[in-house]
Nanobody
């Protein structure tokens, strides 16, 4: 079965950096569309970054220029490098997978989600 497992969350200081990882199993990783979302307590989940099978990237305005999404298809792993962190980046971060990238951060009915990892910036 499909599993997405995030790691690398934790506490960081404003202006600092953290790197999140997401290991994917049971899925055709190399060609799929991969996402990072985040959810602040009491608010809805928002798209942060997206990368397709060709490596093309999409970012939310709030993180563009500070965050970088990448993938290692040999390791079935997705990354999110977060630099120049801000307190408003504090959230639970989720990775997600879908067969294709469509519009923006839309995930289809058959998309898959990880359980999330907490990032706290002070």
């Amino acid at each position: 079965h499909v599993q997405l497992v995030e790691s690398g969350g934790g506490s960081g200081q404003a202006g600092g950096s953290l790197r999140l990882s997401c290991i994917v199993s049971g899925y055709t990783f190399s060609s799929c569309c991969m996402f990072w979302f985040r959810q602040i307590s009491g608010k809805g989940r928002e798209g942060v970054a997206r990368i397709d099978g060709d490596g093309d990237q999409l970012y939310a305005d709030s993180v563009r220029g500070r965050f970088t999404i990448s993938r290692d298809n040999a390791k079935n792993t997705l990354y999110l490098q977060m630099n120049n962190l801000k307190p408003e980046d504090s959230a639970v971060y989720y990775c997600a997978a879908d067969e294709y990238c469509t519009q923006g951060f839309v995930i289809g009915t058959f998309g898959y989600w990880g359980a999330g990892t907490q990032v706290t910036v002070s």
